[in-house]
């Protein structure tokens, strides 16, 4: 409460911005999205033809929004891009899959019972003959929470199978918080994680629900060229093998070799768990990997402040999508990504354009495109471990990502409802607009962790991601809903992102003039907005305020 306090006194000079906003046209959106996702881009892969064809096209777009360059120096001037070193890993020709139990060998299919990332941990090949399976419930280990899934069992040599999600996620309650997914449930995490208890491999068994995405998402994100940020000692954070493996065959698997995945699911529910080995089975694989280091790059325009240039607000947006992949059942191999994320890179484009065009504001506004959101949020790692402003003078991040290109809605949601004061003054004006704000309607999800705001939230810039509404004007709740059920089911992370020309991006444009008036108001004004005192990302913030007096 008295967060909202605070930024309702703070709001009169964007109560009065409001009113003037600029208008958005939805044909310059609709034309944008549409050309971003054309096939001509080939589904702006990173490091592919497709990434050139979408770095041109987005500085072209910003130049002539009036935008200045923003990214990297070069001779004492600025670039329009920041480079962004990635390793990129990829799977050469069809990996050598199997399981077997007492004994008896089954092969497995890439794409089909399993997903098996390329090796993101140095590694030139893959070699494994036999390797043990340890189920080891949700892989987390929590001191802060006294939760320990392993218990000390030695995992070298070995492959661990875990659950995605948190042990509160099927109850809604217990040690991590009920049903709003911590990091701890994030299959970056389990990774991670795996890799610091010394696993050779882990698999994480997908179920829709907690996953929050059907078994094709899973697919078609694990199974291309893998990226990373260029690491000093990749094996620290990555095992061996990464991989996913559909619930179906993991029931199966269980039960041959003795175990009840369901009642083990249950125990794993519980800080008394303990690892478990699938008694008789074992994991192979064969397959090389093509692993080099290429550069990516971040897009940046800008609008110089006029009074305090030093000061910096930043909108961001993730240009690439997944490229080219395996086909659908159509044979398309195009993963177009129109509404994840052209949207949002339309929206970033536009934001400048309006920037440009209007009053100088007192603190300077970056447009920050950033790459390989969809390989783990890696561009904006990059961009917030090396800023091209320091973090410490950075204002807010405003972050769109995935926004609904069809009609208005009644509301609008985060990814993620941490408690600060920007979100508090997105709220607040939002009213100006009869606009109500919906937290995240799937906080199991982890939607938090899954944008390109986090990497800044975490090292303590205040920051959010914006999400279309689903009370749609025109049929309402239930419509929206349904809309957002059927693109997650048929379209997300498939060939089927395409834009329509059915499209009228009426609501996003009207939702453009909410996200200009936060970042404007910010901009011309001198307060420095917080997270809550509770905040895990209040310590970081306040280390950093010597440095805004």
């Known amino acids: 409460m008295k967060l909202l306090v605070a930024s309702l006194l703070s709001l009169s000079v964007s109560a009065a911005l409001a009113a003037e906003a600029p208008k958005f046209d939805p044909q310059r959106l609709s034309d944008e999205v549409k050309t971003l996702s054309s096939d001509e881009f080939e589904g702006r892969g990173p490091a592919t033809a497709g990434e050139t ?43 050598t899959l199997s399981v077997a139990v007492d004994g008896k060998s089954q092969a497995l299919t890439q794409g089909g019972e399993i997903a098996v990332r390329a090796a993101l941990d140095g590694s030139k090949s893959v070699s494994i003959a036999n390797a043990p399976l340890v189920f080891a419930g949700y892989g987390i280990k929590a001191p802060e929470r006294n939760w320990d899934d392993f218990k000390g069992v030695d995992l070298k040599g070995k492959i661990a199978v875990v659950l995605i999600n948190d042990p509160d996620f099927e109850s809604g309650q217990g040690d991590f918080g009920g049903k709003a ?29 907690p996953a929050s995405y059907g078994w094709a998402t899973v697919k078609n994100s694990n199974t291309n060229t893998m990226f990373d940020v260029v690491r000093d000692r990749p094996g620290a954070t990555h095992p061996t093998m990464e991989g996913w493996i559909q619930r ?6 269980f039960k041959r070799s003795g175990l009840d995945f369901e009642a083990l699911k249950r125990q794993a529910q519980t800080r008394d768990f303990k690892p478990v080995e699938l008694k008789g089975a074992s994991l192979s694989a064969n397959y090389a990997v093509k692993s080099e280091v290429i550069t990516s790059q971040n897009i940046v325009g800008r609008v110089d402040g006029a009074q305090r240039p030093d000061e910096t607000v930043i909108y961001s947006a993730h240009w690439d999508h997944l490229g080219v992949g395996a086909p659908d059942a159509k044979g398309d191999k195009i993963y177009n990504g129109a509404v994840d994320n052209a949207t949002g890179t339309a929206a970033l484009i536009e934001m400048g354009r309006a920037f440009a065009h209007g009053p100088k504001p007192q603190r300077s506004v970056v447009f920050l495109a950033v790459t390989a959101e969809e390989k783990g949020l890696l561009g904006s790692e990059y ?4 800023p091209l402003y320091p973090l410490a003078k950075t204002v807010a991040v405003i972050n769109t990502d995935a926004l609904d290109p069809t009609g208005p809605s009644r509301d609008f949601t985060t990814s993620g409802s941490a408690k600060q004061e920007l979100l508090d003054e997105l709220i607040a004006l939002g009213q100006r607009w009869n ?16 944008s390109d705001h986090f990497p800044f939230a975490k090292r303590g810039v205040p920051a959010i991601s914006f999400g279309s509404g689903d009370d749609k004007v025109e049929g309402g709740r239930a419509a929206g809903e349904a809309a957002q059920q059927a693109y997650t089911a048929d379209r997300y992370h498939q060939p089927a992102d395409q834009w329509e020309a059915s499209w009228t991006f009426t609501g996003m444009a009207r939702d453009l003039e909410l996200l ?20 895990e990302f209040r310590a970081a913030r306040d280390a950093t305020a010597g440095e805004r007096k």
């Open 248 to 253: 179906d065959f993991a029931v199966d698997l």
């Open 53 to 95: 064809k979408t770095v041109d096209y987005v500085v072209a777009q910003m130049k002539a929004a009036g935008l200045k360059p923003g990214g990297d120096l070069k001779d004492g001037k600025r670039a329009w891009t920041q480079a962004v070193p990635l390793t990129r890993s990829q799977i050469e020709g069809v990996p």
């Open 181 to 209: 997914m911590t990091y701890y449930g994030r299959w970056t995490y389990k990774y991670e994680e795996a890799a610091r208890q010394g696993a050779l491999g882990l698999l994480i068994v997908h179920e829709t629900d």
């Open 383 to 386: 961009y917030s471990s090396k």
């Open 435 to 450: 606009l109500s704000y919906v937290t995240d309607p799937k906080p199991e999800a982890g939607h938090f962790f899954r």
């Open 516 to 535: 200009y008036t936060l970042g404007n108001g910010l901009a011309n004004s001198k307060r420095w907005p917080n997270w809550s005192q509770d905040s």
